[in-house]
């Protein structure tokens, strides 16, 4: 059975930073490319960026440009994502995805991890 | 970058009853088009990939429809377990990969 399971919900600080994990099983992790989607509180899916684990290649949104770093850990077939300089607007839900073609990216999204909630509070 | 815009906002239908959502993208995504659907609480779950494919275990009810700019998601005879909130992607071009807002399903 293919798996992504996340790292547990965090409470952060303005200004910190916070890193969440994306453990894979069931696939052979280099094969396919991740996603990171953010999930505001009653708000809608923004894509993020994503990582080739086979290169640790990267590709950001715009918007989270310079303030996110996507990696994969090939020795223990886990995703990470780094969001920095954190501020209250960054309150929001954080999945990961796998993308379904293999050795590419451009797909639709399938399966995805349960979700980490990030609370950005002073 | 391509703007999804899903409409209603909000639908209330009842159960037993037909739901039909739109999804409309900025510029033509050919048929590269998936929708999800979100439960509170729960990670989104693929439905329907390609405009009209539906994906492994969803039961038929669910269908797709619709190519270039214009899409629809059709539930056929809804279920209690169908309240959710929808969302359309494309991924035709990217980056970045583009969700519309999503459509509330309510109960009538």
């Known amino acids: 059975e293919v798996q992504l399971v996340q790292s547990g919900a965090e409470v952060k600080k303005p200004g910190a930073t916070v890193k969440i994990s994306c453990k894979v099983s069931?696939?052979?992790?280099?094969?396919?490319?991740m996603h990171w989607v953010q999930q505001a509180p009653g708000k809608g899916l923004e894509w993020m960026g994503l990582?080739?684990?086979?290169?640790?290649?990267?590709i950001y949104a715009e918007k989270f440009q310079g303030r996110v770093t996507i990696t994969a850990d090939t020795s223990t077939d886990t995703a990470y994502m780094e969001l920095s300089s954190l501020r209250s607007e960054d309150t929001a839900v954080y999945y990961c995805a796998t993308d379904v073609w293999r050795d590419s990216p451009g797909g639709w999204f399938d399966p995805w991890g349960q979700g980490t909630l990030v609370t950005v509070s002073s | 970058e391509i703007v999804m815009t899903q409409s209603p906002a909000t639908l209330s239908v009842s159960p037993g009853e037909r739901a039909t959502l739109s999804c409309r993208a900025s510029q033509s995504v050919s048929s590269n088009l998936a929708w999800y659907q979100q439960k509170p609480g729960q990670a989104p779950r693929l439905l329907i990939y390609?405009?009209?494919t539906r994906a492994t275990g969803i039961p038929a009810r669910f269908s797709g429809s619709g190519s270039g700019t214009e899409f629809t998601l059709t539930i056929s005879s809804l279920q209690s377990e169908d309240f959710a909130v929808y969302y359309c992607?494309?991924?035709?071009?990217?980056?970045?990969?583009?969700f519309g807002q999503g459509t509330k399903l309510e109960i009538k």
């Open positions: 990582v080739d684990p086979e290169d640790g290649e990267t």
């Open positions: 069931g696939y052979t992790f280099t094969d396919y490319y």
């Open positions: 390609g405009a009209s």
């Open positions: 992607q494309q991924y035709n071009n990217w980056p970045p990969w583009s």
